[in-house]
Nanobody
Framework: VQLQAYGGGLVQAGGSLRLSCAAS????????LAWFRQAIGKERDIVAA?????????YADSVKGRFTISRDFNVENTLYLQMNSLKPEDTAVYYC????????????????????WGQGTQVTVSS
């Protein structure tokens, strides 16, 4: 499983960015995908997660109502993170991640549940 994130950049507070993550290597049914972020000097935290069907999403409280996670099976299993109303505190390196699950989907917020990771993409929000 290979993940490649892109789309980061520099944006002013209040602006928007869309991150993308291309997933390849195997069929992605029963894989949950997620976005994490890590600011300098801080731990890597969950931003949002989505189940294999794309029908269930979960968000960190800090981004609810501003960020939207989605996946597109028709575009090379691409994962997206639409980020609106960006704030300086959203500045971080953003990572996409994947985990296999069986049975019912359960939201997993800790990074150790995710076996596959893409390289990070820097998002910088200026005030």
């Amino acid at each position: 499983v290979q993940l490649q994130a892109y789309g980061g950049g520099l944006v002013q507070a209040g602006g928007s960015l869309r991150l993308s993550c291309a997933a390849s290597g195997r069929h992605f049914s029963r894989y949950s995908l997620a976005w994490f972020r890590q600011a300098i000097g801080k731990e890597r935290d969950i931003v949002a997660a989505i189940d294999w069907s794309g029908g269930t999403t979960n968000y960190a409280d800090s981004v609810k109502g501003r960020f939207t996670i989605s996946r597109d099976f028709n575009v090379e299993n691409t994962l997206y993170l639409q980020m609106n109303s960006l704030k300086p505190e959203d500045t971080a390196v953003y990572y996409c991640a994947a985990r296999y699950y069986s049975g019912s989907y359960r939201f997993r917020a800790r990074d150790y549940y995710y076996a596959f990771w893409g390289q990070g993409t820097q998002v910088t929000v200026s005030s």
